[in-house]
T-cell receptor, first 113, second 114 residues
Framework: GNSVTQMEGPVTLSEEAFLTINCTYT??????LFWYVQYPGEGLQLLLK?????DKGSNKGFEATYRKETTSFHLEKGSVQVSDSAVYFC????????????FGKGTMLLVSP | DTAVSQTPKYLVTQMGNDKSIKCEQN?????MYWYKQDSKKFLKIMFS???????INETVPNRFSPKSPDKAHLNLHINSLELGDSAVYFC?????????????FGPGTRLLVL
């Protein structure tokens, strides 16, 4: 079946540090890949996505590249801010048919001033 | 003008009770979803409806019954609540339910069963 594995948290960084959150997936074909972010007490919102191999999704300084050869979609940001503190979820949706998002377990990011 | 709204935001109830959670979206989307987030933040899809038709029904106890009176609303009724039902329930919607589409989430309903 489909699955998503992402690094355990929490990830604790100082402001302006470089961020990487690893995400790998298992799926047949070419799924669509997503990063969603959940700020404290809120619902999830899309951060970025990529729908085919070698696509790069980007938003708010975050980037992730769809790597088919390594089945990965790692999230990066060059300089984090305190306001980036949140839980980040990697997710996939299989090709074709109706969307069924499979999520990773989430990675909490804590950024201190 | 909230895109996906849920009521109530918090729900505290006793074991054995029956409760409902309501969801409404004003995005004009055809597809709506219910997800359960457990205490470890793990998210799992429960149901999905497209134009009021059930299209995804994951392995969920049949104490949980979704209802979609129209494509802008998807409600979740839970019978005979159990301690293990305590979780955050999120509603979401997407334009047509396609695999590449972004899903838009509501703020969640925090259910605590005592």
């Amino acid at each position: 079946g489909n699955s998503v594995t992402q690094m355990e948290g929490p990830v604790t960084l100082s402001e302006e540090a470089f961020l990487t959150i690893n995400c790998t997936y298992t799926a047949t074909g070419y799924p669509s890949l997503f990063w969603y972010v959940q700020y404290p007490g809120e619902g999830l919102q899309l951060l970025l996505k990529a729908t085919k191999a070698d696509d790069k999704g980007s938003n708010k300084g975050f980037e992730a590249t769809y790597r088919k050869e390594t089945t990965s979609f790692h999230l990066e940001k060059g300089s984090v801010q305190v306001s980036d503190s949140a839980v980040y979820f990697c997710a996939l949706s299989p090709t074709g048919g109706y969307s069924t998002l499979t999520f990773g377990k989430g990675t909490m990011l804590l950024v201190s001033p | 003008d909230t895109a996906v709204s849920q009521t109530p935001k918090y729900l505290v109830t006793q074991m054995g009770n029956d409760k409902s959670i309501k969801c409404e979206q004003n995005l004009g989307h055809d597809t709506m979803y219910w997800y359960k987030q457990d205490s470890k933040k793990f998210l799992k899809i429960m149901f999905s409806y497209n134009n009021k038709e059930l299209i995804i029904n994951e392995t969920v106890p049949n104490r949980f019954s979704p209802k979609s009176p129209d494509k802008a609303h998807l409600n979740l009724h839970i019978n005979s609540l159990e301690l293990g039902d305590s979780a955050v329930y999120f509603c979401a919607s997407s334009p047509r339910g396609g695999s590449q589409e972004t899903q838009y989430f509501g703020p969640g309903t925090r259910l605590l069963v005592l």
